[in-house]
């Protein structure tokens, strides 16, 4: 797959350019394009040798069908797996054989397009359909061409069926491909636009069904936004850094190069570029040492940036290849348990529990900001000149750690459980559908926990502008600062922290001047192995 503009940021994060036209081919399917696809910011193209890829993958499919024994060609499915399609002595004609296999197919679907619950929302479902498509096109389903030109139609026209939510354990999401297979050929309608309706081939739909579409664009979609939050938490941290007067101490390259993780290095580099002063007088610390909510953000946000690294590279392979059970090679079928997303779910579980210390740390930040004896400014930010009994920013604690909670729950890992369905033949399951939903519920309550810290420190430093003078900070504050309330009486703090939260997607953007890559000196000998906290 091949898109028009230049090469995505190394950590996968999504472009703010806009991008015309996507090429699917059936190779890997980057993370930023299908988010852009998503956002309706590109439109898809398809080459004639990925269709003409698709017709020769049919043509060996059905070759083998007619030579053997297929999965759910001509046996039924799950625990029926044994039971042939037509009996051995039954004398049938080829009319009737196609007949009874075309009866199959649709009995498979409309049994199968049993999802029940919540529907996804556009943006999941334009996401499923470009996944399934691209993989449709890798050639290894084996569905007949009329089927790939038939979605690739629907892609184009934006048409969006209904996708259920409730129905998938981790080994494909049978529910809601079954659900699109009956939308296609107009036995369901579609949820927003149209398409005209197309004839599945007799031995299309267990092929068309077998595949974790909804599940890997939903992980894409989550994933894209924790790349963005992530790099905005360390924008926030170096914002609350200053306004707190930190200590620079805590990120200097000596410190990092005693104890060299790849990841923690890199990220006191950039809170070192952020906050230290490039112009002007060098920045004052308040303390001889900061509390862990400043001093330990390298130690933190590293591993959360390794985690989600891990979990794109696993999305990436996920992406980038067809999984469907059977699998067309060269000389035929093969039987597999490649649809088994444990990688996947495991790399979920990883980055959701390596998320939530992040924002749990930016609470902590937070609770700073309140002190006046950490600030040297008023209680809760507040403008005690005015009125010694103001509350000020008091109540966006609460809201913080209401957030924080549902992080709590939604970073629980789900690869511990286990499952057995279908008289016991599928006797385990990655549950991946269920983390990467728990992922995209935990960046939204995360996005609220970063917009109450930013608030609070862009207040502070509304108070004290001297402590962010000089620094690559600066141009950020002034824009963020314009865009909140200037009063700082008593009022709803909502608006404000929506206004701040909106904001978070972009303000990453300032760390694309920061040099990649930061050769740390190498540690002395005498550099210090441990201590007191």
Known sequence: ???????????????????????????????????????????VTVPEAALDRVRRSHETFLAARDAGTVYGANTGVGANRTVALVDEGEELSEEEVVREQTAHGLRLLRSHATGIGEVEDDRVTRAALVVRLNQLLAGGSGVSPAVVRGLLAAVRADALPTFHRTGSVGTGDVTALAELALTLIGELPWRSGTAEPIVFAPSDSLPFMSSSAVTLATTALAADVAARQLDAATVVAALSFRALRGSAEAFDEQVHAARPHPGQVQEAARLRWLT???????????????????????????????????????????????????????????????????????????ARIGLHPVFSLSTSRLGLLMRADMTGLPPFLADARRNATSSGLMIVEYVAQDALAHMRVDSAPVTNASVSVSLGLEDHASFAIQSTRLLTSLVRSAGAVLAVELFAAVRALQMAPDRVAG?????????????IDASTDDRPLGPDIERMEAELPGLGAVLADFPARQAPPPASPSSPQGGTS
Do not use: C
Not at 337 to 342: C, E, N
Not at 471 to 483: A, D, Q
């Open 471 to 483: 620094t690559r900070l600066l141009p950020v504050f002034e824009h963020l600062v314009g865009l």
């Open 276 to 350: 230290e002063r490039v112009s002007g007088p060098p920045a004052g610390a308040a303390r001889l040492q900061d509390p862990f909510g400043l001093r330990a953000a390298p130690q933190v946000h590293a591993p959360a940036r390794t985690a989600l690294s891990v979990l794109l590279g696993a999305l990436d392979r996920e992406l980038g290849g067809p999984a469907e059970n059977p699998l067309v090679v060269d000389d035929g079928v093969r039987h597999h348990g490649q649809f088994h997303l444990a990688t996947l779910a495991w790399t979920l579980d990883a």
């Open 1 to 43: 797959m091949t898109g028009t503009t230049d090469a995505d940021r190394a950590d996968h994060t999504s472009r703010t350019d806009r991008i015309d036209r996507i090429e699917l081919d059936g190779t890997p399917l980057r993370v930023a394009d299908l988010v852009a696809i998503a956002d309706r910011h590109a439109e």
